[in-house]
């Protein structure tokens, strides 16, 4: 398609079909696509040494999936599908790194990825309609696409804690969790954060430590996971299944290979309703929320008998009622903040030598050298652990200083919020495509369906545009206007925008409140893309 990779003199900027930025399941498989099925010239950068995305950074201990594993991956080679063993339901962190290297070894990905290599800059060239990417390292390369698959939680968020730096024990953030581990036996721990993160966390680490205090600010709903190891025959069915299971995914409102029930929650008696939520709890997992009544997420007077009901699983898990109670959420409908699903977190409140503080009421005024200081205590640690998340859905992209046409700056045209065409291009920003990028379900979607979707309608677009010969595609303004208006409106039908949660940036100081991803679902979604396509790729430009 264009100059050869090495075919490059002196000082001459190397020219590429494609860059992608990131090297999880988004840059792996997008590598894939366009390299192998499509035949371009293509160029990964990653920041890590390694592949896996999200699986290479969190090591954090207990750090597992959510979604059950053998639909938690790619679909689209049925070979991959029918080798890959899965262990069990929810394979920790190790297993799905594993998985990712074994998907980068089989499709020989490696050789087209340049890892611990950051992209620092990329500016787009009007005149010759082509990127102009610069790393970290000070490598310089042209390309006709620049892909985003930075991933939507990939930014850290280390809170600007007064006297952050001046502990004498050991800090990590989850996400940045040393390969060799922590060794925490003995020790007194601290962790902050009580999100899917925390809640994975605590139970590892207070098997461990000599003590663990969790400072809580919100309290969280979690779900228990109810993990189990699979047997030949669970592999077996899972292999013979897998099209199916696969199909169901694509179909499923969030991208699990089941629906909702379709009776709505006060359709049914009270006793009816508390079987069919004693059923989804001892099933456990994400069932519970998307495979449990259709309007769970739409009618407060539903979400509020629901909410009820986990509260009442706290109360019965933790021993001493003040704490369970302080473990009880009042301020967010249940499913507002993205879910956490547990093995084992409330019990945890059980154990001697775990206490629970309630930083809302007594927030953190200090990090010291001997630990941490709310308003009403002093506590000393020997490790403090950061499980305090990411600067979601934008964050990673916009480390990057990305210059569109006319050399506008993506920060200032998000400056507001974020703003696209249905989560896979900006206006003003040509020949850029953003893989789960926001205004698109992405995060609300069980990811890798998500993922696979958007790759397929990328690489299918730049098809097209080869066939016509046409170097260039945007997004109008007036199709990306009417597209925020879209994904605002659908918002208000649901409970989202209810909660400060990392789903509209409320968890960043500063960051606009904005819901950013697409909450109508992933049927509705791909009907709206399809129909875009369908209709010659209405609310996009090309030119030749
Ligand atoms: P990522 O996996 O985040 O990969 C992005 C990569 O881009 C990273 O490796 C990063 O280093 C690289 N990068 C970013 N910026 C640059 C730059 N400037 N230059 C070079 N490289 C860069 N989703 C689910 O659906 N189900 C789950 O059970 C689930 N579990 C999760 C558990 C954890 C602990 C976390 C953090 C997330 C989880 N997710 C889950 C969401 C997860 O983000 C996605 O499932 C998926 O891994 C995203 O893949 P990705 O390739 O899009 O992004
Ligand atoms: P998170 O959900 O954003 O939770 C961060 C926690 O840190 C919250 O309890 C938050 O409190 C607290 N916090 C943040 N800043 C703070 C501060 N300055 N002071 C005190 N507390 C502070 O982050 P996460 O737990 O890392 O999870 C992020 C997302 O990653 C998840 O929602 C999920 O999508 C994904 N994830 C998935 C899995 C899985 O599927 N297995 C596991 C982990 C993560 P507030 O609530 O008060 O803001």
Not at 252 to 276: C, H, M, N
Request: charged content about 25%; proline content about 6%; hydrophobic content about 35%.
């Amino acid at each position: 398609m264009s100059a050869q990779k090495g075919n490059r003199g002196e000082g001459e900027t190397r020219q590429l079909d494609a860059v992608i930025i990131g090297a999880g399941f988004s840059g792996l498989y997008a590598l894939y696509k366009l390299r192998d099925v499509m035949g371009m010239d293509v160029q990964v950068y990653e920041t890590a040494d390694g592949v896996g995305g999200a699986w290479y950074w969190n090591r954090y201990p207990g750090s597992r999936c959510d979604s059950e594993s053998y639909y938690y991956c790619f679909s689209f080679s049925e070979e991959l599908a029918q080798e890959w063993e899965w262990s069990g339901k929810y394979p920790e962190q190790p297993e799905i790194e594993r998985y990712l290297n074994h998907v980068a070894d089989r499709f020989d990905l490696r050789r087209d990825i340049q890892f611990s290599t950051r992209v620092a800059s990329a500016r787009f060239d009007d005149a010759a309609n082509c990127w102009e990417v610069c790393t970290e390292q000070g490598e310089r390369v042209r390309a006709r696409y620049l892909i985003s698959a930075v991933g939507c939680l990939s930014a850290a968020n280390l809170p600007d804690i007064p006297g952050r730096d001046s502990f004498q024990g050991e800090a990590y953030h989850t996400a940045a969790w040393p390969r060799e581990g922590v060794d925490v036996k003995g020790k007194r721990v601290g962790i902050i954060g009580t999100g899917s993160t925390g809640i994975q966390a605590t139970p590892r680490i207070a098997a461990e430590a000599a003590h663990l205090t969790v400072f809580q600010r919100t309290p969280n709903f979690t779900v228990p996971a109810r993990h189990t190891l699979f047997a030949p025959e669970d592999q077996a069915e899972i292999k013979k299944n897998y099209s199916a299971i696969f199909e169901r995914t694509r179909r499923s409102p969030a991208g699990f290979p089941y629906f909702p029930i379709e009776r709505k929650t006060l359709d049914v008696s009270a006793e009816e309703r508390q079987q069919i939520l004693e059923e989804l709890w001892e099933e456990g997992g994400f069932k519970f929320l998307w495979g449990g009544f259709s309007d769970m997420m739409t009618d407060p007077a539903a979400n509020a008998l629901v909410s009820e009901f986990i509260r009442n699983k706290i109360r019965a898990s933790v021993n001493d009622p003040e704490t369970a109670e302080l473990l009880c959420p009042t301020d967010h409908p249940y499913g507002s903040k993205r879910p956490p699903i547990d093995s084992d977190y409330y019990v945890s409140f059980n154990r001697d030598n775990v206490s629970l503080v309630d930083i809302r009421s007594a927030p953190i005024e200090a990090i010291t050298p001997m630990g941490l200081r709310t308003q009403d205590a002093e506590y000393e640690l020997d490790v403090l652990v950061f499980a305090t998340g990411f600067d979601a859905m934008t964050g990673a992209l916009l480390k990057i200083d990305i210059q569109g046409a006319g050399g506008r700056k993506l920060a200032d045209a998000w400056a507001e919020g974020p703003r696209s065409y249905l989560g896979l291009q900006v206006a003003g920003f040509p020949n850029l495509f953003t893989i789960t990028g926001p205004g698109s379900p992405s995060v609300l979607v069980n990811m890798p369906v998500s993922i696979e979707h958007h790759v397929d309608w990328i690489s299918d677009c730049i098809e097209r545009m080869r066939e016509r010969g046409e170097t260039r595609i945007e997004a109008t303004e007036a199709a990306q206007d009417a597209w925020v208006e879209h994904v605002a409106e659908v918002s208000k039908m649901t409970l989202i925008g209810q909660a400060d949660s990392w789903y509209v940036g409320a968890n960043i100081p500063g960051k606009p409140r904005v819901v950013m991803p697409y909450t109508g679902g992933q049927p509705l979604y791909r009907e709206r893309v399809e129909a875009v396509v369908n209709a010659d790729y209405e609310g996009f430009e090309f030119r030749a």
